[in-house]
Structures are given as structure tokens and as C-alpha cells.
């Protein structure tokens, strides 16, 4: 059976459904994808680059939760959900690959620093970090990252920021200004 930890290549699992408010049923879909811009978090990691155990969030699975209506997604997906009655009950799918009128579907990556208004709200929680407690990964201007997964019908077409930076990293290149301009200060006087 493919579970989320065995997934290959570019496939796409619907790993649960779970029954929310207004009827609808909530699905959960899970695919591994690279970002080509991430950089390694160690030296560790950039000499085991090709060993699966040092590889990025989560052995690079990826996330995204999508809603309908049961009769929907039974004519959509072929997938009954009928039994999911009350709010809150779950069903494990293990649904691999599914197709939507004949194309596949795969979850999209798109990174933007332009919050909605629940993300700036709550950019502790909804910015992009290195790790879980990790430190923020900002734009090369400083601005937050935001993460949005969803899922589409066909290729998808991340958009990745690349040249990010981290908050260290600024104090460290600030630190490092501060200084040559007290050397250039004192040379100069």
C-alpha cells in the first residue's frame, strides 16, 4: 500500500477526508516536490545530498487541502464519502494518482510576500521558516515568505522565491557594515 512516507517520483496520494462545516468534506492530498532553490541546511546535509535521510521538509512532501461536496467528489473522483456524517469524522482514502477528466492532479507551490490579512496577522505562525522552530526565510529585500499549496488539474507550475535570506544573516551583514564604516571612520579622521 503507498503511504506518504513511500511516495515516488511525482505521485500524488489523497491521504484522508474529513467531514467540515456546511456539509462539505474536507480531502487531504499529499505529492513530494523539490524546490530548486532550496539550500541545505548543513554541511551534513550538503554531503549527503543524495541520501533521502538529510533531504528537505519532510522528505520533501508537500500538503494541500481542498473541499466539496460529497456528491462531487464522488462524480469528480470516484470516491464515496457518503459515510463521513457528522463534522469532525474521518476516513483514511489512500487514493494514489487520482485523475480529473483524464488529468492528473498534482498540488501547486506558490511563494509570495504579500500576505492575506489571516497571514500578516499571524506571520509568527504562517511565514515560511527554516525547519519548524527554524528561523524565518525571508526575501533578499527582508520581507516575510508566505506558502500557498493548492491543487490543480494537470502540471503544476511552482513559483519559487528564489536568493532568500535569513534574519541572522542580515544582522550579520549589518555587523559587518558597521564595522568597515568605523575602520573607514578612523582612517579618515
Known amino acids: 500500500m503507498k ?9 500524488l496520494l489523497i491521504t484522508e477526508a474529513r467531514k ?10 499529499a505529492q513530494k516536490i523539490e524546490n530548486p532553490h532550496a539550500r541545505p541546511g548543513s554541511i551534513a546535509g550538503l554531503l549527503n545530498a543524495s541520501d533521502e535521510r538529510f533531504s528537505k521538509t519532510s522528505n ?10 460529497p456528491g462531487d467528489i464522488q462524480a469528480s473522483l470516484g470516491l464515496d464519502v457518503s459515510s463521513l456524517q457528522n463534522e469532525g469524522d474521518k476516513m483514511a482514502v489512500n487514493m494514489l ?3 480529473i477528466q483524464g488529468n ?4 501547486q507551490i506558490t511563494e509570495t510576500t504579500q500576505g492575506n490579512v489571516y497571514e500578516e496577522a ?4 504562517a511565514a515560511k521558516r527554516a525547519g519548524k522552530d527554524g528561523e524565518f526565510i525571508l526575501s533578499k529585500d527582508g520581507k516575510y515568505i508566505f506558502v500557498r499549496a493548492t491543487v490543480v488539474a494537470g502540471d503544476a507550475q511552482h513559483v519559487f522565491i528564489k536568493d532568500t535570506i535569513r534574519p541572522s544573516q542580515i544582522a550579520s551583514d549589518n555587523a559587518d557594515e558597521a564595522v568597515a ?3 573607514e571612520n578612523e582612517i579618515n579622521s
Open 3 to 11: 503511504t506518504v512516507e513511500n511516495l515516488e517520483g511525482r505521485e
Open 20 to 29: 467540515v462545516k456546511g456539509g462539505k468534506v474536507q480531502l487531504t492530498f
Open 60 to 69: 520533501g512532501v508537500r500538503y494541500a487541502w481542498m473541499s466539496g461536496t
Open 97 to 99: 494518482n487520482p485523475e
Open 104 to 107: 492528473a492532479l498534482n498540488i
Open 122 to 125: 499571524n506571520y509568527e505562525t
Open 181 to 183: 564604516s568605523d575602520i
